[in-house]
């Protein structure tokens, strides 16, 4: 059985700044799943790390110019003014409330942020609002990946993986997803690094975002 709704994929992140790595992973994650709606969702209150170097209000105009022109992507400002500390999982029922009931939601995430689930606040819930397609790098065998998963995670995985794209829209939730995109060894870090230092940021995020950073001298 099928559902009528299409999937809807889902990339959240602290975004500080957006750069090409995070773009290029929603891409291709929708090409691969025949996605048309990818909703990108900066974090407000990040519970997984220190506060932002940027502003909320900025990290959510950097995502704004970063998105502008691609009809895929749809910026969702929902957590940018929240105070208390943004989870995935209360994002995700969110949504749910907000869809059609059996609307299938995949979460975007790379290989590392999977690896580090269980540390998620109500990570088990997650799969009950959502499928996971996870971002490998090329060469990185899965069977690799699988044994470096934590206990919880890999007999999880066993009951929930799945090979074939069409699988998620079948269902709206509960499946893993694994697929290899191109790697790019870019980070946040690393932008923000070479800005304080006044080095060139051309080709690692989007020109409107470069400019954006400059203009109001972010990271320096």
């Given at each position: 059985m099928t559902f009528a709704n299409q999937p809807i994929g889902l990339l959240?992140?602290?975004?500080?700044?957006?750069h090409f790595g995070h773009l290029r992973?929603?891409?291709?994650?929708?090409?691969?799943?025949?996605?048309?709606?990818?909703?990108?969702?900066?974090?407000g209150?990040?519970?997984?790390?220190g506060q932002p170097r940027a502003t909320a209000p900025q990290r959510l105009e950097m995502a704004r110019r970063a998105v502008a022109g691609n009809p895929r992507f749809l910026l969702d400002a929902r957590e940018?003014?929240?105070k208390a500390p943004c989870y995935s999982v209360e994002?995700?029922?969110?949504?749910?409330?907000e869809l059609p009931k059996n609307t299938p939601l995949v979460l975007f995430m790379g290989g590392d942020a999977f690896l580090g689930l269980t540390t998620w606040h109500e990570w088990r819930r997650i799969f009950d609002l959502a499928h996971i397609a996870v971002a490998h790098r090329p060469g990185y065998s899965l069977a690799s990946w699988?044994?470096?998963?934590?206990?919880p995670l890999r007999t999880l995985l066993s009951t929930r993986h799945c090979e074939h794209a069409a699988e998620?829209?079948?269902?709206?939730?509960?499946?893993?997803?694994?697929?290899?995109?191109?790697?790019?060894?870019?980070?946040?870090?690393?932008?923000?690094?070479?800005?304080?230092r006044g080095k060139s940021l051309r080709y690692l995020l989007p020109d409107p975002v470069i400019d954006y950073i400059n203009e109001n001298r972010l990271y320096v």
């Amino acid at each position: 059985m099928t559902f009528a709704n299409q999937p809807i994929g889902l990339l959240g992140g602290t975004f500080d700044p957006i750069h090409f790595g995070h773009l290029r992973l929603a891409e291709e994650l929708a090409e691969v799943l025949d996605i048309a709606q990818v909703r990108v969702i900066p974090a407000g209150q990040p519970p997984h790390r220190g506060q932002p170097r940027a502003t909320a209000p900025q990290r959510l105009e950097m995502a704004r110019r970063a998105v502008a022109g691609n009809p895929r992507f749809l910026l969702d400002a929902r957590e940018i003014d929240k105070k208390a500390p943004c989870y995935s999982v209360e994002t995700l029922a969110a949504l749910r409330a907000e869809l059609p009931k059996n609307t299938p939601l995949v979460l975007f995430m790379g290989g590392d942020a999977f690896l580090g689930l269980t540390t998620w606040h109500e990570w088990r819930r997650i799969f009950d609002l959502a499928h996971i397609a996870v971002a490998h790098r090329p060469g990185y065998s899965l069977a690799s990946w699988e044994d470096a998963l934590p206990d919880p995670l890999r007999t999880l995985l066993s009951t929930r993986h799945c090979e074939h794209a069409a699988e998620l829209a079948e269902k709206p939730a509960g499946r893993v997803f694994p697929h290899t995109i191109t790697q790019l060894d870019i980070s946040a870090s690393q932008i923000r690094d070479r800005a304080l230092r006044g080095k060139s940021l051309r080709y690692l995020l989007p020109d409107p975002v470069i400019d954006y950073i400059n203009e109001n001298r972010l990271y320096v």
